[in-house]
Nanobody, 127 residues
Framework: QVQLVESGGGLVQPGGSLRLSCAASGVAFGTYAMGWFRQAPGKEREVVGRILWSGGTQEYADSVKGRFTISRDDAQNILYLQLNGLKPEDTAVYYC????????????????????WGQGTRVTVSS
């Protein structure tokens, strides 16, 4: 049974930073990829980035490339999303997700491709 619990969201000024955490139980074995998504009010859930569990290959959305970084602590089964250079348009609820089986690069950009989701953590970027 996979359980994902996000934390670390909050209110931050433009240009600021946050680190989001996703405590993941049950993902050590049999997980193909994990992703970070976000959903702003009135918008569809969109991919922020994803990491392949074996090998650690990462990919990011163009809108966050160079500003956001995924990392993980294997000992504690925590997935992180470091958010730097935050902009008001980054305001959203951020979710982590896990997929069990192999999928294409394109499929991993789609929320419906993931099997498990956390409850989300809200990030608000405002002065």
């Amino acid at each position: 049974q996979v359980q994902l619990v996000e934390s670390g969201g909050g209110l931050v000024q433009p240009g600021g930073s946050l680190r989001l955490s996703c405590a993941a139980s049950g993902v050590a074995f049999g997980t193909y990829a994990m992703g970070w998504f976000r959903q702003a009010p009135g918008k569809e859930r969109e991919v922020v980035g994803r990491i392949l569990w074996s090998g650690g290959t990462q990919e990011y959305a163009d809108s966050v490339k160079g500003r956001f970084t995924i990392s993980r602590d294997d000992a504690q089964n925590i997935l992180y999303l470091q958010l730097n250079g935050l902009k008001p348009e980054d305001t959203a609820v951020y979710y982590c997700a896990a997929r069990r089986t192999i999928a294409s690069i394109q499929a991993l950009k789609v929320a419906a491709s993931y099997d498990y989701w956390g409850q989300g953590t809200r990030v608000t970027v405002s002065s």
